[in-house]
């Protein structure tokens, strides 16, 4: 996205690039220097300096300077002795010399001006690394490493690594933790033509890091797609942060090492043992919108897939083929990989009827038999046209009848149609060489087998599922849920001040009723067996009776459990083997008693587990699946992180296999499923309200056509407060943020901008006054892309801020009448702000309402001071400038605009501070 579409409603003027998102600071001078210095720079045969220099030596059009002391002159080049007597501030160093000699380099090229560097050394220890960056930081120098490859920026001329080949210029960026697989790929991409915007090597990322590249790359105008290859992340919440704001404008695919979940056996409860770190990866991946695959060829597929295809449909899928073992092959891989192959109806096989032989398979796959001339494949193609909610695969195999060229002009018309809807596979090689190649010169999604394109088709399905499940956010609370926050305060309160973390039964139960869940009835009695009799009695038969303990979490596994009882007799000789037995298997536990409870049998009703954790990486964990007894055997979970909607928590629902089941079948009909839903967004809001919730077990929640109900609980609680939304790797909307005020008469609501709002933004937008637009973004826009758009009404509250004032509409709806957004820096320093107002509305009070707002906001969250670049000619921005309190000056920089003028409002009383 350009600069100028992103400042269309930041009517203070420009935003420095330094303050463009949360973490790019100098990465300009790392991908884009016009000059760079070498330190450890040699001509010695297979050496480290010797290979960066060499590279940086083919096809780098600025400046370089080898640094080395020991020589006079490098490859024909005069050499440099030390930072001091370089002819100037190099743009990027790169540093091959010993590791204790780093950090005093990094001080010496931050103080002569130097803003990033490369540290391809390895062997910095932990006091080594850290006095790197404490050098680095006064000065914010940028690092990419150490013990790093280095990174290659083809269309620049850019190797700064020690990579034994270079790469081809190209629009997919490729960044990688492991350096051998750099190198690896290099080699594997050249081989197959592949091209790069950027191949980075991350190394120990001590400083630049995944967030910070997705930051840079994800507004990159020469990258298309960005491919990941992660083994760890540090920050969570900047990586979602970058990640959610990259993948709104571009694809972002990830393969992610280190699949296993080793380690959870030892955890204390059922979620814990299933939400292994992998699992929260992938919740992560699909709520940040991004794609997740499992090999590295597979990086290279999906993004081609994207590029050429990205706004295809992806429901259902029709495959055409002229045979049937290829059409069969297909529809085995749809079938493996959980994608619809679309049913032909009564229309859609009466038109192919008429174009098609009589022995056509007459159902999906659409065989339409080996012997098929180029009309009989234009014809199918103009038929299943009718149907455009499907895509179509089309699959040729070469014959003797009609050349593969042929049947590829033929029909280039139908698979160049746009939307696009058609992916292609050309089976063989020499015979449909050509006709391959014609199709990929046309921008025609081609792949060499059916599964290949079945399996590229499942990525577009996935990424679309996860696109839509980056446009919401929720707020942290939903007012239509009714919970009784003072009661479940007390419950916790009361546990924790008695030493314990874990709640037993009923005190669970009654945690979740306040919170708004329907739970069975449950009368808590003393190790009697007679107190159980008569709790049995007051409910009536049949019961559950479960053992009481504070020290036993699984009841069933010490035989703490049985269901069904039908008499007193009954229950009576249970209580009484029941405690014999847990006796038996743990004489350490102090048994308090049984909890009583009547026999939920529920028509049709599935077993289910809701809970949650806390990941050590990315918080807050919300666990859905098949529950019951069997819940580890069954492993049917889908995770996700909170907050969640009804949309999002729907999503979840739907990745379970059990959710299959739920739909209905046979005579069973399908369960309310939004009640479900309904307990999931009702236990993120608990994480959310509740910070001392470490885990939370519903095992098992009922659930049938006619609702649902908890019949057993568990809860662990901390006095640490490993939950709450401060907690959350995603920032819920901020609903306490929104404010309801009259104006002129008539009721107004400033409140931060949401996904949903894009529309009414446009025709905002669209209202805006040429001349205004250019006293705002220095130039005149005529249209808007809906990307634009989307990075606009999309934020990231925790990296910026944009408050509208709207109005109601009399027909329904809501009408914005102005903005006001700042973008704040890395350390909370500086908000460059922008405000705007409709143009039909200005002189009314509402950019000062807005500014005020946004000037209160900023104070709460700490930020130093709020800044602007304003045109001179602006004068109506400069007086409300003034009138704010804000101090006016000119900018500062090498060459300052004589046009503009910079205003700032210092926003805490200690403004020295850091």
Same mark, same amino acid.
């Given at each position: ?25 100098h ?12 330190f ?6 297979? +050496?480290?300096?010797a290979?960066?220099?060499? !590279?940086? $030596?083919? @096809?780098?059009?600025g ?18 002795? *030390? ?20 950090p ?12 990033a ?5 390895a ?13 680095a930081?006064?000065?914010?120098l940028?690092? /990419?490493?150490?013990n ?26 490729f960044?990688?933790? *492991?350096?051998?697989?750099?190198t ?12 790069f ?12 890091d ?37 993948a ?7 393969v ?17 043992a299933?939400?292994? *770190? ?13 794609l ?9 597929l ?9 706004d295809?449909?992806?429901?259902k ?6 045979g ?8 085995d ?25 009589? !022995? ?5 796959p659409?065989?339409? #038999?080996?012997?098929?001339?180029a009309?009989?494949y ?6 299943l046209? $009718? ?5 179509? /695969? ?36 020499r ?15 081609d792949? !060499? ?9 499942s ?5 679309r599922?996860?696109q ?11 007012a ?5 926050l ?12 008695? @030493?314990?973390? /874990? ?25 009697s067996?007679?107190?159980?009799t ?19 979490? =699984?009841? *069933? ?8 009882i ?24 102090d ?15 599935h ?35 909170p907050?969640? !909607? ?16 739920? $739909? ?21 809001q608990?994480?959310?309200? #509740?910070p ?8 098992? /929640? ?7 109900v908890?019949?057993d ?8 407060r ?5 907690h ?51 130039? +005149?826009?005529? =249209? ?39 973008? #704040? ?5 500086d ?5 705007i ?22 104070? $709460? ?19 409300l ?17 004589s ?7 210092e ?8």
């Amino acid at each position: 996205m350009s600069l100028s579409a992103a400042m269309l409603d930041r009517g203070a003027g420009h935003i420095p690039p330094a303050l463009a998102t949360m973490s790019i600071r100098h990465l300009d001078a790392l991908f884009a220097p016009a000059s760079v210095a070498v330190f450890g720079a040699s001509e010695r045969a297979a +050496s480290v300096g010797a290979t960066v220099w060499r !590279n940086l $030596q083919s @096809g780098f059009p600025g400046r370089l300077y080898p640094v080395n002391p020991k020589h006079a002159r490098i490859g024909g080049v005069t050499s440099y002795a *030390s930072v001091s007597k370089l002819p100037e501030a190099p743009d990027l160093a790169v540093i091959c010399t010993p590791p204790a000699t780093i950090p005093k380099l990094i001080e010496q090229l931050g103080q002569r001006g130097t803003r990033a560097a490369v540290v391809v050394t390895a062997g910095l220890d932990k006091s080594t690394r850290q006095a790197m960056l404490d050098a680095a930081r006064p000065h914010t120098l940028r690092i /990419l490493g150490p013990n790093c490859i280095g990174m290659l920026v083809p269309h620049r001329g850019l190797n700064a690594s020690f990579a034994h080949i270079g790469a081809s210029p190209g629009e997919l960026a490729f960044v990688s933790q *492991s350096g051998a697989l750099v190198t690896a790929m290099l080699d594997w991409a050249a081989a197959r033509g592949i091209g790069f915007s950027h191949f980075v090597s991350l190394g120990e990322h001590a400083d630049v890091d995944f967030g910070d590249l997705l930051d840079y790359l994800g507004s990159d105008p020469h990258t298309r797609a960005i491919l990941l290859y992660i083994e760890s992340i540090e920050e969570s919440r900047k990586f979602m942060s970058a990640a959610r704001a990259a993948a709104r404008n571009k694809p972002v695919i990830v393969v992610k090492a280190g699949r296993s979940a080793a380690g959870q056996a030892a955890a204390a409860s059922h979620t814990g043992a299933l939400a292994g *770190s992998d699992a929260v990866f992938d919740a992560a991946i699909a709520r940040a919108g991004m794609l997740r695959v499992l090999t590295l060829a597979d990086l290279f597929l999906a993004a081609e897939t994207l590029a050429r295809f990205r706004d295809g449909p992806s429901e259902k899928l029709i495959v055409l083929t002229n045979g049937g073992g290829a059409g069969v092959m297909a529809a085995d891989e749809a079938s493996a990989l959980g994608v619809p192959l679309a049913t032909l109806d009564s229309a859609m096989l009466a038109r192919l009827d008429a174009v098609l032989p009589a !022995n056509w398979s007459r159902g999906n796959p659409v065989d339409i #038999i080996g012997d098929a001339p180029a009309d009989r494949y234009v014809a199918a193609l103009d038929a299943l046209a $009718q149907d455009p909610a499907s895509s179509v /695969l089309f699959i040729h195999a070469p014959t003797a009848i009609v050349p593969s060229h042929d049947i590829a002009q033929a029909v280039l018309p139908q698979l160049t149609h746009s939307p696009r809807r058609v992916l292609g596979s050309w089976l063989g090689d020499r015979a449909v060489a050509q006709a391959r190649q014609t199709c990929r010169e046309a921008g025609v999604p081609d792949f !060499n087998t059916p599964e290949e394109a079945v399996r590229a088709f499942s990525f577009l399905r996935t990424y679309r599922q996860h696109q839509t499940e980056l446009l919401q956010t929720p707020p942290a609370r939903d007012a239509t849920l009714a919970s009784d926050l003072p009661a479940i305060r007390r419950i916790v309160s009361a546990v924790l001040a008695e @030493g314990r973390e /874990l709640l037993t039964e009923p005190e669970a139960k009654s945690l979740l009723a306040a919170a708004g869940l329907p739970v069975v009835p449950t009368r808590v009695v003393g190790p009697s067996a007679s107190e159980a009799t008569a709790a049995a009695d007051a409910l009536g038969y049949p019961v559950v009776v479960k053992i009481l303990s504070h020290a036993i979490s =699984h009841k *069933s596994d010490v035989g703490g459990v049985r269901l069904g009882i039908g008499s007193a007799a009954e229950l009576q000789q249970v209580c009484v083997d029941m405690l014999r037995r847990v006796r038996s298997l743990r004489p350490d536990a102090d048994i308090q008693g049984f909890t009583i409870q009547p026999m939920v049998r529920k028509r049709h009703a599935h077993e289910l587990i809701v809970g949650a954790s806390v990941d050590r990486l990315f918080g807050p964990v919300i666990l859905f699946g098949a529950g019951g007894t069997a819940v580890e055997v069954l492993a049917d979970r889908a995770l996700a992180l909170p907050p969640l !909607n009804t949309p999002l928590a729907l999503a979840q629902i739907g990745r379970t296999r059990v959710h299959k089941l739920m $739909q209905g079948f046979r005579d069973w009909p399908a369960t309310d499923v939004d009640a479900v839903a309904r307990v999931l967004v009702c236990v993120s809001q608990l994480l959310s309200d #509740i910070p001392e919730i470490a885990e939370l077990d519903i095992n098992p /929640l009922l659930a049938n056509d006619e609702g649902v109900v908890a019949l057993d609980a568990r809860v662990r609680v901390s006095a640490d407060r490993p939950a709450g939304a401060a907690h959350f790797a995603i920032q819920p909307y901020p609903v306490e943020l929104v404010e309801r005020i009259e104006w002129k008469g008539r009721p107004l609501t400033l409140r931060p901008i949401r996904p949903e709002d894009e529309p009414q933004h446009l025709a905002f937008l669209e209202r805006l006054d040429p001349e205004d637009i250019r006293l705002r973004v220095f130039h +005149s826009r005529r =249209h808007i892309e809906h990307s634009e758009l989307a990075r606009l009404t999309q934020i990231d509250y925790a990296r910026e801020m944009a408050f509208i004032a709207t109005r109601p509409l009399d027909a329904g709806g809501e009408e914005t009448l102005a903005a006001v957004r700042v973008v #704040i820096d890395p350390d909370n320093r500086d908000a460059e702000f922008g405000v705007i107002v409709r143009s039909d509305l200005k002189g009314g009070g509402l950019g000062r309402c807005l500014m005020d707002k946004m000037i209160r906001h900023l104070r $709460q969250r700490g930020t130093r001071r709020m800044v602007g670049h304003v045109l001179r000619e602006n004068t109506g921005m400069l007086a409300l400038a003034r009138a704010l309190g804000f101090s006016e000056s000119a900018p500062s920089g090498p060459a300052p605009d004589s046009g503009m003028r910079f205003v700032s409002l210092e926003l805490r009383s200690d403004p020295g501070s850091e």
